[in-house]
């Protein structure tokens, strides 16, 4: 499968636990974004990554998140001292260009208790 | 307001029925317009990019109207398979595809 992938595709923790997600992006696609996604609501934009550049930060986006794209290939979304509102869907979706289709993964849906 | 607005629905019709879905956006500059599809726990997937001039997709048509800052979308002889969420989508940046999506409208078609 040549898509984009996310891992792990569930994660349960307890608050206050540090948890982190990783996204494979399409191969060519130099540009990659994160998005979180609760019930009932569209996807929220959290950052935007060319290459290993991160460009773009949403005010969702509090101290407690961080994302890293290393080496311009995958991406990491970490959370620290998880809370019970941090409790979504977070998607990752990459394109090859500025004005491309964003191709989203699967998702790895988190559940805080 | 919100940035982008839809009725959540949902909209339930008969196979064969033809439904439009409304949105509005907030920000006039706003640069680039989309629907997005989302079955029910599966990510979103581009439906169709939405033009000023209006655009056609086999049973599917948007419809873009700048001056009032309202998208639509409309679906002919409606299939069990379009039963889906349906998100208006737009891009209010200009240096990268920065998307913000509406709720979203959930639509079921029935036998």
């Known amino acids: 499968d040549t898509g984009v992938s996310q891992d792990p595709r569930h994660k349960i923790t307890k608050r206050g636990q540090n948890v982190t997600f990783r996204c494979d992006p399409i191969?060519?696609?130099?540009?990659l974004y994160w998005y979180r996604q609760t019930l009932g609501q569209g996807p929220e934009f959290l950052t935007y990554f060319q290459n290993e550049a991160q460009l773009e930060k949403s005010r969702l986006l509090s101290d407690r998140f961080s994302a890293e794209r290393p080496k311009g290939s995958f991406s990491t979304l970490e959370i620290q001292r998880t809370e019970q509102g941090d409790s979504a869907m977070y998607l990752c979706?990459?394109?090859?260009?500025?004005?491309?289709?964003?191709?989203f993964g699967p998702g790895t849906r988190l559940t805080v208790t | 307001r919100k940035e982008v607005e839809q009725d959540p629905g949902p909209f339930n019709v008969p196979e064969g029925a033809t439904v439009a879905f409304n949105c509005t956006y907030s920000n006039s500059a706003s640069q680039s317009f989309f629907w997005y599809r989302q079955d029910c726990r599966k990510e979103p997937k581009l439906l169709m990019s939405?033009?000023?001039s209006g655009n056609e997709d086999g049973r599917f048509t948007a419809q873009l109207n700048r001056a009032s800052q309202y998208i639509s979308l409309l679906i002919r002889d409606s299939k069990l398979s379009d039963s889906a969420t349906y998100l208006c989508?737009?891009?209010?940046?200009?240096?990268?595809?920065?998307?913000?999506f509406g709720t979203g409208t959930r639509l079921l078609v029935s036998p």
């Open positions: 191969s060519e696609h130099n540009r």
């Open positions: 979706a990459s394109s090859p260009y500025r004005d491309s289709e964003q191709y």
């Open positions: 939405v033009y000023s």
């Open positions: 989508v737009v891009n209010m940046n200009t240096g990268f595809q920065k998307l913000v």
